[in-house]
């Protein structure tokens, strides 16, 4: 048989691990990783975003680690490097660095020094390589590195690395697409604060001296020194650590000798946090309903965090509980971790534990946290006094838009379908109806719902409905549970009771989900709204 040495095209290979799903934050992530192995050991990383003398965007990071010599930095510039990784190392598959980077800037060089031997660059340049279809990879001179380090304002020191990000395509045209300066400048600063959140939270244990001395770093964004962001906020007073039985906490697996180690926390209710600015905070990345579930620890950084890997689904009742689960780098075999470390496949075992030993504790007491403030909530305004007015009104309306509801043939799990001029929808299961009880045929009331939305109508047989607010929803904590004017109250009573009038009167099979698109977009458009207090 003859062997063939089949190089793949370098234009088509570095297209096909730019597209392996690299977010900015992942990227600058991968970098840090490298910074702080084993082997280079940084102490202090400095990530710097900026613009060149052409307006675009630019970034830099440097650390103060071993540094490469010649030889170590071109194998390390090479995909797939022969590097070799210690155990405990943030790094893995020997492309994270290069794709990571790659994945965002057309030019990546980097220049680093060991002690007491020469500086030494490498350069990837994607423009290069795309005309020529050839894996150049460029070696810089002496000259042009001292050139280079000079123009740039950076001194390496003693030992160290610098990356350089060069031409960063995907940011500088979202950059170009807004129509101001000051929108623009918006998209940059909302960028750079996420990116600040995601390495607070994923180096938390790095940064807050909870590995020891040795393993604490710093790390600065643009000047600004980050603090650690735990997502179990374990410094409020009123966050549980549930004490899991040795069983459920170490889950050994054969053939393995550490065990994957989980713990538990419920987190307090918005009426528990020590003030407002912690509750927002305590959210991290992602919506308070998003940061529920599992956060995957390798070799003490976050690689994966928000949601139950299949275990269950997210629900706004279980919101409060977080979980940290820790895998050994020695079982990495078992997970199917992917270059960029955001996806994570568990193994049967553990997939298996966690939904049927560990999940429904914590789930029984993060329901019955979330449940003490669960109280009947009383709105008081003009407009939900005027009950005999808004039934006999809505009485109206519905004869004469010709509403009707009725129950479903299914007996087994009921439900009511609405029929209006123009088609017919399912509405709810009756049950939903009848717990907020029969009493009232027609009214706007306050509830905690598991939904996104701001508001649900539901309807029970003989054309009865009632609006449903969703308590859980910011706007709502923004305007009703202030001290809000209660003309606003009613105000907003209104509009809502209209629009849920509306859909009642519109709403068929063939467009439902574009009425519950525009619900969504409305309930996330006053996310927003609030989050960035507008109002």
């Excluded at 460029?138 to 123009?151: A, G, R």
């Excluded at 009573?493 to 859909?503: G, N, P, R, V």
Aim: aromatic residues 10%; hydrophobic residues 35%; glycine residues 4%.
């Amino acid at each position: 048989m003859k062997s063939i040495e089949s190089i793949p095209n370098a234009a088509r290979t570095f297209d096909a691990l730019r597209s392996l799903g690299y977010d900015l934050n992942s990227s600058v992530a991968d970098v840090v990783d490298n910074a702080v192995t084993e082997k280079v050991k940084a102490k202090n990383i400095d990530i710097k975003f900026d613009f060149n003398t052409k307006g675009q965007i630019i970034c830099r990071i440097q650390d103060d680690g071993s540094g490469m010599g010649e030889k170590q930095l071109e194998e390390a510039m090479r995909l797939g490097t022969d590097t070799s990784y210690e155990e405990a190392d943030l790094g893995k598959f020997g492309m994270g660095m290069k794709t990571a980077s790659l994945s965002h800037c057309n030019k990546l060089t980097i220049i680093s020094k060991k002690k007491h031997s020469p500086i030494t660059a490498f350069c990837w340049d994607m423009t290069h390589i795309k005309k020529s279809g050839e894996w150049n990879l460029f070696q810089l001179n002496q000259k042009e590195t001292e050139d280079l380090l000079t123009k740039e304002n950076i001194n390496i020191g003693i030992k160290g690395t610098v990356v350089l990000w060069d031409d960063l395509y995907n940011l500088n045209r979202e950059y170009k697409s807004f129509s101001g300066e000051g929108f623009s400048q918006n998209y940059f600063y909302r960028k750079l604060s996420t990116l600040k959140l995601h390495l607070r939270m994923v180096y938390h244990r790095f940064l807050d001296g909870s590995l020891g001395h040795e393993n604490t770093i710093t790390i600065k964004v643009n000047g600004e020194k980050l603090t650690p962001w735990d997502p179990f906020l374990r410094s409020e007073p009123n966050t549980v650590e549930i004490n899991l039985k040795k069983e459920l906490s170490h889950l050994k697996i054969d053939g393995y000798k550490k065990p994957i180690v989980i713990k538990a926390y419920i987190l307090p209710t918005k009426e528990g946090f020590s003030s407002e600015e912690a509750w927002k905070d305590g959210k991290g990345l992602n919506s308070w309903n998003d940061s529920q579930g599992y956060y995957i620890y390798r070799a003490n950084r976050i690689i994966r965090f928000g949601g139950w890997n299949n275990t269950k689904a997210k629900d706004e009742h279980d919101k409060l509980a977080r979980v940290s689960i820790d895998i050994d780098p020695t079982l990495d075999e078992l997970f199917s971790i992917t270059v960029n470390k955001t996806k994570v496949q568990f193994p049967e075992l553990l997939f298996h534990h966690l939904k049927n030993n560990v999940n429904p504790s914590i789930i029984k007491k993060a329901k019955a946290q979330y449940n003490k403030s669960d109280e009947k909530i009383y709105v008081k305004n003009n407009f939900r006094k005027k009950e005999s007015q808004l039934i006999s009104l809505t009485k109206a309306l519905i004869t004469e838009n010709n509403i009707t509801t009725k129950k479903s043939a299914n007996n087994s799990f009921p439900e009511i379908t609405v029929e209006n001029p123009n088609g017919s929808w399912l509405s709810n299961k009756i049950n939903e109806f009848l717990k907020y009880g029969t009493n009232k045929d027609f009214e706007i009331i306050s509830d905690k719902l598991n939904s996104p939305h701001l508001w649900k109508i539901i309807c029970d047989t003989k054309d009865k409905f009632k609006v449903i607010v969703n308590a859980s929803h910011p706007f709502y904590n923004r305007i009703y549970r202030s001290d809000t004017n209660k003309q606003v109250t009613a105000a907003i009573d209104a509009l809502l009771f209209s629009l849920a009038f509306a859909e009642l009167y519109n709403k068929t099979e063939d467009n439902a989900h574009m009425i519950d698109t525009f619900k969504t977009v409305c309930a996330k458009t006053l996310i927003k709204l609030t989050e960035n207090e507008i109002i």
